[in-house]
Every structure is written in C-alpha cells, then in structure tokens.
C-alpha cells in the first residue's frame, strides 16, 4: 500500500522561475491538501481539492500560486516567479472520500521542500 | 482570529520517564483535535485525536487529555524512548471545516 507520494523531494528554483510540485494520494483517496510549512513552523492550511474542483483556497496566496487535481494523474502546486519567501517545506495529505480532518484520517506526504536562490 | 499555540517549543526527558507536551487553543468552535508527530525531513504523522464530547484519550503509551474550560490540550507519553524524539504539534479543527489549524510545535528530546 503506497502512501501519499510527493515529488521532487527537493527542489531548487532561482528567483523568478516556477516551481512545480506533485502529489500522488493515496489510493481510492479523492480528496488533497496543500499546506505549507516554514523552518520551525507548524503546517499552514493552503488548499483543499477534489478531483477537477478547489474547495477550499482560502490559504494560498492570491498571486503566483496555483493548484490542480485533474482526472487523471497527480495534484499539481504551481509557483510562479519564485520568491525567497517560497522556501519552505510544502506538504500533501490525502483523504477518503467520505472522510476527512474531523475523523483523523488525513495522511501526509514526505513533502517537498523548495528553496529560492 | 483562530490560532492554536504551543506553552514550551522544547522539551528535554531522559528515556523511560514521562512526557507532557501542552497546547492551548483559542477557537472555541473547534471540536475535534489530533496530535501530530514529525520526525526530521518526514511528514506529520497521525498519533492520537479527540473529540470535544471527551476529556480524555488513551492509546500506546500515548493519553490526551483535553479541558474545554481553558481551551487546553496535553500529551503525555509514557515511557518515553528514543525513538519518540521528533516534534510534535497539536491541529484543530471544527465540524464543517475542511481544514486543520496547527500549532506551533514542541520539539521532544528523548536523553540516554
């Protein structure tokens, strides 16, 4: 049973370039979450998706941030014209579909973590 | 606003005593809470949850404890051992609401 998959694990980008990171949930899970995680920080809520819809972005930035759940493949965070505030650790967590942060079945990724020169 | 905080970012205990990791939070809305260990380099991992109808939890080796009247949460891990060493943080959240409010962290340091 793979777990929440996310990738790259690393990632370098240099100011002003995008930066792209994906999430594979876990399987027969149809619901994904975005947070975002600063050195010595707990997690900050950034988007909840479902398959081709956003429920629930009321934490990502309003500019240069994006996020998808297609169909077919994995949740996609876009950052466009990093900045070196973007460096952080960005996590995914997946969920059933009939359940979700209020049953404690929300499981996470290893995150990615993104740092801007 | 919402918050939920951490009263000590670290903690140091020799192995085989007891831990208690404390949180508090502000939302009085929120009805259900998880502890979250995270090891370095690792995403969080599901420990223990509970809901506002219940003031206390007990798992392996884990108990959380939760007072409603000042908005306070607790871990306590029992026989603590090496491997408990990680950060842990506290999460809330409320019926409805599709997303978990973290706090900040304690990180735990289990010594020999």
């Known amino acids: 049973n793979a777990g929440v998959m996310q990738n790259p694990r690393h990632l370098v980008r240099r100011r002003g370039q995008e930066a792209r990171l994906r999430c594979s949930p876990m399987?027969?899970?149809?619901?994904v979450y975005w947070y975002r995680q600063l050195p010595e920080e707990g997690l900050k809520f950034m988007v909840y998706l479902q398959k081709e819809n956003i429920i629930d972005e009321s934490g990502m930035p309003k500019e240069r941030f994006s996020a998808e759940f297609p169909k077919e493949g994995p949740s996609i965070l876009r950052i466009q014209q990093v900045v070196r505030g973007d460096s952080a650790a960005y996590f995914c967590?997946?969920?059933?579909?009939?359940?979700?942060?209020?049953?404690?079945?929300?499981?996470f990724g290893e995150g990615s973590r993104l740092t801007v020169l | 606003g919402e918050s939920v905080g951490l009263h000590l970012p670290t903690l140091s205990v020799q192995e085989g005593d007891n831990s208690i990791i404390n949180c508090a939070y502000s939302?009085?809305?929120?009805?259900?809470f998880i502890w979250y260990k995270q090891e370095s380099g690792k995403g969080p991992q599901f420990i223990i949850d509970i809901r506002s109808n219940m003031d206390k939890r007990q798992g392996q080796r884990v108990t959380v404890l939760l007072n409603k009247t000042v908005k306070h949460l607790s871990l306590q891990i029992a026989a603590t051992q090496p491997g408990d060493s990680a950060v842990y943080f506290c999460?809330?959240?409320?019926?409805?609401?599709?997303?978990?409010?973290f706090g900040q962290g304690t990180r735990l340091t289990i010594n020999p």
């Open positions: 999460a809330e959240n409320h019926e409805g609401a599709q997303k978990l409010v």
């Open positions: 967590a997946s969920s059933l579909l009939t359940s979700g942060p209020t049953t404690g079945e929300l499981f």
């Open positions: 939302n009085s809305a929120s009805d259900y």
């Open positions: 399987k027969g899970h149809s619901h």
